[in-house]
């Protein structure tokens, strides 16, 4: 297999065999989470190979098994928003969506194989390819109310159009998918083993992607939870009541991470996931995404957010306001306004 360093970092790595390219992210002790430097390695071997026409399939993979790419380095973020660099750092998460933009829209098949973690940013890499698998060992989730954000990368155009109000309970519980509900509702395409993953990998090195996944079975749907149908309400108070009369396991854990996350976030993402499902194309659900985090990197909730569950890890957000009673809904209507810096 040759190796090439068309990326210029050693946070993506490219190898080429046969009619195949493959993208593997580097970052393991991230969990190769995206950051700046991922995102521009990344677009160079776009660039490259856009011009190469010898690769006709790519590839894009994690280079571990525990995480195909595990969100956006939000230390990194947090750490450009404490030196006064917000302006600067919400620049270089939008030319990572761009990145994200372009592997949607590239000129040839972009297959990714989101084997392990993918949350977030992962879903903004992996969940807009042309083919798009899982595993048995695959975690997707959009947890971002949890952290004072919304769901970005890409992320609600999927959420707002998986069946039913499943996507609208993700999009505000932040709960995780199992691997079959991310193929039914939308978020990949296949399931497969992911001891069976290298020899696909062999296979599309001379083989077309529609041809080695026509043998690939199809994921049976499940019946829907009953309490997808919380989330059929008119607003999120209303859902939130429906919520707290069924019982079990599920039930209770959807609820405890609903109070866990902040209040102001819960409210946006269920006024953007509804806007999202008008929207006409992943490149208007970007440019929505983009002005709502434009807006909420420069709230108190997001440094709050990363303080609590990633720095300090005590695990006891201040989030401002504390409760959704308190929510001001002109300021969630403002979100959606364009961004004067």
Excluded at 101 to 123: C, H, K, N
Excluded at 303 to 322: H, K, M, T, Y
């Amino acid at each position: 297999m040759t190796e090439t360093h068309l990326s210029l970092t050693p946070v993506v790595l490219t190898q080429q065999k046969g009619h195949l390219g493959r993208i593997i992210l580097n970052r393991p002790r991230q969990l190769n989470a995206v950051d700046y430097e991922m995102a521009c390695g990344i677009g160079r071997v776009l660039d490259a190979w856009e011009q190469d026409l010898s690769v006709r399939v790519i590839v894009l993979q994690g280079g571990e098994a525990r995480a195909f790419c595990a969100g956006g380095d939000l230390k990194a973020i947090y750490a450009h928003i404490a030196r006064g660099e917000t302006a600067e750092i919400y620049q270089k998460m939008l030319a990572t969506y761009a990145v994200m933009r372009r592997i949607a829209a590239f000129s040839r098949p972009v297959v990714s194989l989101m084997d392990g973690i993918a949350m977030g940013g992962g879903i903004g890499l992996g969940g807009h390819a042309a083919y798009r698998v899982v595993t048995e060992r695959s975690v997707l989730a959009m947890p971002e109310t949890g952290i004072g954000l919304t769901p970005d990368a890409g992320g609600s155009w999927i959420l707002s159009r998986a069946p039913g109000f499943f996507g609208l309970r993700l999009a505000v519980t932040g709960g995780v998918m199992t691997p079959q509900q991310a193929v039914t509702s939308g978020f990949a395409d296949y399931l497969m083993q992911s001891d069976t993953l290298p020899a696909l990998v062999s296979e599309l090195e001379h083989r077309m992607p529609e041809d080695v996944f026509a043998a690939v079975p199809h994921v049976v749907p499940a019946r829907a939870s009953e309490l997808d149908a919380c989330f059929d309400a008119p607003d999120l108070p209303s859902a939130l009541e429906k919520l707290a009369c069924i019982s079990g396991e599920e039930a209770q854990k959807d609820r405890d991470l609903i109070a866990r996350a902040c209040p102001f976030s819960l409210c946006l993402s269920w006024e953007a996931w509804h806007r999202a499902r008008t929207l006409p194309a992943l490149a208007d659900a970007f440019s929505q995404e983009e002005c709502l985090v434009g807006h909420l990197l420069r709230r108190h909730d997001f440094s709050e957010g990363v303080r609590s569950r990633l720095i300090d890890r005590d695990n006891a957000p201040r989030w401002s306001p504390s409760v959704l009673d308190a929510v001001n809904d002109e300021e969630i209507m403002q979100c959606f306004e364009a961004l004067h810096e």
